[in-house]
């Protein structure tokens, strides 16, 4: 069971207290209930730590090394002026810490976009800022050989030689949280400017394409409910891209606000990696969360047709076709759902937002026989809200015996590691 010591108390007096709390007295009779895997802490204070998204490949393919961010404050927008440090923590060498470079490009849900790149056995990648621009610095961990490029990513392709980017500019404004302080967005007055939009990076020349501007994209019909279509006062942004497994393809969110109402609505596009051949997979308004299962299927938190009550749903790419995963069981609320690697995606990772408890559960849901398991449930204090909250947001090493995530359940957030290989088998 996951220790619940908050940041802002003093753990002696706390733990003396424990007893006398209902959500410690929950939590205690919760473990004694189940049978947890095996859990540690693989970064320590007094600085923080959390990783990248949940999307991102964190280990290295030996399964061995785990890179993730170092911070000395929490609980605040970043500035132009707050540096992260990045590392990576051996988790067979008594989790050592190597400082591997900074970043002034980040924030708190998806750090500096800091992995290691895909097809290659030693390189990692991380967004910067370098004076007026984002850069991104590609290292070989090995050798010590440092290159950067002078655009950042967002997503690296399965042979690492190419990126898609949204503005990260304009994300700091519609989406703190998602963005990079430090460059103010030119386009802040303009709600489908054609300048700016989804970009495309060669990652060994750092040449950059704009492949889809926002003038673009609001020229396509919203084909979902009238009440959430956007108007001619809506501001536009693109968010989370990703690209499928044999990088022929990929997909990203399509977001807007509406005048009068909180919030912004969402629906979600595929297309080639040059822009081309688009395609409206989830035109609804309600996505959340997503990932690729294969080359062709998308599996997300989204609203299910026709109803377009939200669900965990399979989308097949350019199709109609859509099947609901987990009903009841797993479609407890949204989470960062991914398929376990090397389970010929029968399994799924998710993890679950703060309960009533304020436990984050981190959970695994076989698909074949409907079976739930959880893995731990991490105490996130009230203080951790908004932009600066920590989910979990777990991830599975690359033979998918591993989980890894991030939790501020004892004194602020840093990484922990779960072995699910008997889970698995």
Request: proline letters at 7%.
């Given at each position: 069971?996951?220790a619940i010591?908050?940041?802002?108390s003093g ?8 007893a ?8 205690l ?10 859990c ?5 204070g007094?600085k923080?730590h959390w990783?990248a ?9 030996t ?13 605040r ?25 900074s970043?002034?490009?980040?924030n ?13 056995k030693?390189?990692?990648?991380w ?18 050989k440092?290159?950067?490029?002078p655009?950042p990513?967002y997503?690296?392709?399965?042979d ?13 404004d519609t989406?703190?949280?998602?963005g ?15 300048n ?12 950059q394409t704009?492949?889809?501007?926002f ?12 009440e ?11 968010n ?21 109402r ?11 990696p ?8 989830i ?10 299962r294969?080359?062709?299927?998308i599996?997300?938190?989204?609203g ?12 097949e790419?350019k ?13 407890r609320?949204d ?5 376990v ?10 993890d679950?937002?703060?309960?009533k ?12 026989t ?8 991490f ?14 947001h ?13 939790s ?12 699910i ?5």
């Open positions: 069971m996951a010591v908050p940041h802002h753990r002696r007096s706390f733990l003396r207290s424990l006398s709390l209902p959500l410690a007295g929950f939590a009779a919760r473990a004694a209930e189940e049978k947890l895997p095996p540690r802490a693989i970064t320590h007094p923080f990783r998204y949940y999307d991102k490949l964190l280990f290295d393919p399964n061995r090394l785990v890179v993730c961010n170092e911070v000395d404050f929490e609980g927008s970043p500035t132009a002026d707050d540096v992260i440090r990045v590392g990576m923590v051996d988790t067979s060498d008594g989790d050592k810490w190597t400082e591997l470079g970043s002034r490009a980040w708190w849900q998806q750090g500096c976009m800091l992995q290691w790149v895909p097809g290659s030693s390189e990692v990648a967004n910067d800022r370098e004076g007026d621009h984002f850069v991104c610095h590609i290292l070989d961990v090995k050798s010590g440092k290159r950067s490029l655009n990513f997503c690296l392709s399965p690492g030689r190419w990126a898609v980017a949204p503005d990260f500019r304009r994300l700091n989406r703190p949280g998602y990079y302080t430090g460059i103010p967005d030119p386009n802040f007055n303009v709600l489908a400017p054609d700016a939009g989804i970009w495309r990076m060669d990652m060994r020349t750092g040449k704009l492949i889809f501007p003038s673009e994209v609001v020229k396509i019909p919203f084909a979902g409910p009238a959430l279509a956007f108007k001619p006062e809506s501001k536009h942004w693109f989370h891209l990703l690209i499928n497994t044999n990088g022929t393809r990929f997909f990203f969110l399509h977001r807007w606000t509406l005048p009068g909180r919030g912004f609505f969402t629906r979600a596009f595929t297309a080639r040059d822009g081309t051949d688009l395609y409206q997979l035109p609804n308004g309600k996505v959340s969360h997503f990932v690729w294969d080359a062709k299927h599996t997300a938190f989204a299910h047709p026709p109803t377009n009550e939200w669900k965990f749903c399979i989308f790419d199709t109609h076709n859509v099947e609901v995963i987990g009903e009841g069981v797993l479609n609320g989470g960062h759902i991914t398929h690697p090397c389970t010929h995606n029968q399994w799924v990772l998710n679950t937002y703060p309960d408890q304020r436990n984050q559960n981190v959970h695994m849901f076989h698909i074949p409907q079976r739930r398991v959880e893995l731990g449930h105490l996130s204090p009230k203080e951790y809200s908004g932009e600066w909250r920590c989910d979990t777990p991830c599975c090493s690359r033979d998918g015996k591993k989980v890894i995530l991030d501020p359940h004892n004194g602020g957030r840093q990484v922990y590691m779960i072995d290989a008997e889970i698995v088998g």
